[in-house]
């Protein structure tokens, strides 16, 4: 008979394997009656807000409105089952759907042509986000350089509030980028639709005026509500103020997209970037509320859920979504504890699907541009600009490039500049670290930049040099030219050490230009000795046969080391010459 410990364990087993996938069911087992009533307080509010932007930034998307809803409920449902955040709300983002949008417009010029665009477009992004989890790149978010990021979403923010003012006034402007596009519409200016207009700053302020006097009332759904009522109550459609239509009802329609062939080459391409926006501003929002709730996430787990929600957000028809950042802080403002209030807002968004969609055909665009207006300005970090500009020159100057980067090529390619931008930014400090000749003050142990520190000691006839990275393919030279001056500058020169503390890393290129550094040091009649290599670095240096070369003899634990190894050796030569 089996051992009754056996076969508790192997009935938990499994269930903790697919804990292990689904955080929720692990929640669910421990779960509190005294979370149920935050739990569902949070979601019905989150359903206040979410039915509203959902609308709204299907306008980005370039899709009819109820996609948005589409769009949102089966990617709630997913993620709170797989992800690994318990505050996070996934579901339409401002810069994922504008991002869609371009990825799409050149595709189709009927909204409803590119709904199976689009589906597809999420699709692929549910895909390539998988694959990156199982094959854990996740660190690349961390690629995304904070100056890059914030200039990319500056210049996101630029685009999609341009491209909103035209539905605001109350005519159409057409453009090929921002610059075009802000042409067409003060070109346009004398077309101006005053009720429209009127529609669009009477909900300007007061989403305005909501956001400051009472921040945590859902004002997006005010303003539906309101534009609703105006609409039927002042006809607002037969005095040419435009509205939503005919909102399908229903639940999403359930399947796999059909897209022409020719344009899936587009598509994918598209997706690597929406991928990456996706990825990046969900993980973001998922960090900020992990730091303030005191846990820590998985980034290769969040790519997987995020790419999973995804998946349900093309099968549904909608387009690609994210982590929603307000929609999360609304969940956690209402008392919120666990997913289980997400499940309650993806109820309550079907639950409008499937019996309030008669009204919202009344609504008037212009009502919904403002709250894409509104909800994006905040995209816009000035107060983060000028922090650059007042402690990081680069930096600001980086942000500003991309910025004009994405008002001037657009936002599909620039996912791409600011990907490369931020990569050419690490390789050129990777390539140009910090270095230092060290020496010792008195009184203190160790040894210190003698840059720093004028007053540090140094011994006669040895060069302790420090160089603050790795080396490899990309700052060899750098290595080398380095060496190659500090070693010309120093006039008595016997032992060169190398104190390898901050080099992690060498590859081929890094020990061959090591090497260099030695067979120069032996022509010239100078030893070259190494301090605190370890790791794969040394490991890396006894593969190659350096240390072979080098002699172990003249491989040290700490620069102090090498240094009295040093004084030994000309202590003892001065006495041979001494006897002679």
Do not use: C
Not at 160 to 178: D, E, H, N, P, R
Not at 267 to 282: C, P, T, Y
């Amino acid at each position: 008979m089996a051992s009754p410990v056996k076969e508790v364990g192997e009935q938990r087993r499994p269930l903790g394997r697919l804990e292990s996938w689904m955080p929720l069911l692990a929640v669910l087992r421990r779960y509190e009656k005294s979370w149920l009533r935050g739990d569902i307080g949070a979601g019905l509010a989150l359903v206040t807000v979410a039915v509203p932007i959902g609308l709204a930034y299907s306008q980005l998307a370039g899709v009819p409105p109820v996609v948005g809803l589409w769009a949102t409920i089966l990617p709630m449902v997913v993620y709170a089952f797989l992800g690994s955040s318990r505050q996070l709300v996934v579901g339409p983002d401002s810069a994922t759907a504008a991002l869609v949008g371009a990825v799409v417009a050149p595709l189709a010029s009927d909204p409803q042509q590119r709904i199976p665009l689009v589906a597809m477009l999420s699709l692929m992004v549910g895909a390539i986000s998988i694959a990156a989890g199982v094959a854990r790149v996740g660190f690349v978010a961390d690629f995304l350089a904070k100056p890059v990021l914030v200039g990319y979403l500056n210049g996101v923010a630029i685009t999609i509030v341009t491209g909103q003012l035209g539905k605001v006034l109350g005519y159409t402007a057409s453009g090929g980028g921002f610059f075009r596009l802000a042409y067409d519409l003060l070109r346009k200016l004398d077309q101006t639709h005053w009720p429209t207009l009127a529609v669009g700053v009477a909900a300007l302020l007061l989403l305005a005026a909501g956001r400051r006097l009472i921040p945590r009332f859902p004002m997006p759904l005010l303003v539906v509500v309101l534009g609703i009522v105006a609409s039927r109550l002042l006809n607002l459609q037969a005095a040419g103020v435009a509205v939503t239509g005919t909102v399908p009802t229903g639940l999403p329609p359930f399947g796999f997209p059909v897209v022409p062939p020719e344009q899936m080459a587009v598509l994918a391409a598209g997706a690597l970037g929406v991928a990456l926006m996706s990825f990046s501003s969900g993980i973001l929002t998922a960090r900020s509320f992990a730091n303030r709730g005191g846990y820590t996430l998985n980034a290769n787990r969040e790519f997987i859920s995020i790419g999973a929600a995804n998946l349900g957000a093309g099968l549904s028809q909608g387009f690609a979504i994210s982590g929603a950042d307000s929609r999360t802080a609304v969940v956690d403002a209402n008392g919120g504890k666990t997913q289980v209030a997400q499940l309650v807002g993806a109820v309550g968004v079907a639950l409008v699907l499937l019996f309030v969609t008669g009204p919202l055909a009344y609504l008037p665009t212009a009502a919904l541009a403002a709250i894409v207006i509104t909800a994006v300005i905040h995209l816009f970090e000035w107060e983060t600009i000028t922090w650059f500009r007042r402690v990081s020159r680069p930096e600001f100057r980086l942000t500003v490039i991309t910025t004009l980067g994405v008002i001037t090529v657009g936002m599909a390619p620039g996912v791409l500049v600011a990907a490369i931008l931020s990569l050419i930014g690490l390789l050129a400090r990777a390539s140009r670290p910090s270095d230092a000749i060290l020496g010792t003050l008195p009184g203190l142990r160790g040894h210190v930049d003698v840059a720093e520190f004028p007053q540090a000691v140094t011994i006669p006839g040895v060069l302790a040099y420090r160089f603050d990275a790795s080396v490899v393919y990309f700052n060899a030279p750098y290595f080398s030219s380095r060496v190659r001056q500090v070693i010309s500058s120093s006039h008595d020169l016997e032992w060169f050490v190398l104190d390898a503390e901050a080099m992690a890393l060498i590859d081929t290129t890094g020990s061959d230009a090591l090497e260099e550094v030695r067979r120069s040091l032996v022509a010239a009649g100078k030893t070259m000795a190494l301090a605190r290599a370890r790791g794969k670095f040394l490991e890396m240096l006894v593969r190659t046969g350096f240390v072979d070369r080098l002699g172990k003899d003249y491989v040290f634990g700490t620069v102090e080391e090498a240094e009295k190894a040093f004084l030994r050796i000309d202590h003892a030569r001065g006495q041979e010459e001494a006897g002679k």
